[in-house]
């Protein structure tokens, strides 16, 4: 008798795995000759509802991301194309997530999660492993 894969998956009770893509890669690490930046995916910023600015604060095994209007002293803003041009912020996202970015490349790095306080404040936390 012979099977098609769905049967035979059927018959061996197997489930396939489906990873979630939306949120992985939230982070989008570039190394340039001369800078390392950083911008958030499309899903990851409207997700944020498409902040002008964003607080990262970090934790020992995460980052957490809080959308601002910029005007806090500890806002980061978004420049050309929605980057983020800060070499040494981004050298530390890179530190975390252990990812190696080699020069002339790009990286998608980091999984997350948003939350929503009860305030209606909403922030997202970013997970490396």
Same mark, same amino acid.
Request: aromatic share 10%; charged share 20%; hydrophobic share 35%.
């Given at each position: 008798?012979?099977?098609? +894969? ?43 509802? &498409? ?12 980052? +957490? ?9 500890? &806002?980061?803003?978004?420049? &050309? ?11 530390? +996202? ?36």
């Amino acid at each position: 008798m012979k099977q098609n +894969l769905n049967e035979f998956l059927a018959s061996v009770n197997a489930h396939a795995y489906t990873p979630d893509k939306s949120l992985a890669g939230c982070f989008i690490i570039t190394n340039t000759v001369n800078s390392r930046r950083f911008r958030l995916s499309k899903t990851f910023r409207d997700a944020l509802n &498409s902040p002008i600015a964003i607080e990262l604060y970090f934790t020992e095994d995460s980052v +957490l991301v809080i959308p601002t209007d910029g005007t806090s002293k500890c &806002s980061i803003t978004f420049r &050309s194309g929605g980057y983020v041009y800060d070499s040494c912020l981004t050298e530390k +996202l890179i530190e975390m997530s252990g990812v190696e970015v080699p020069e002339g490349k790009s990286r998608k790095i980091g999984i997350f999660t948003t939350n929503q306080l009860e305030d209606g404040s909403i922030y997202a936390e970013v997970k490396f492993n």
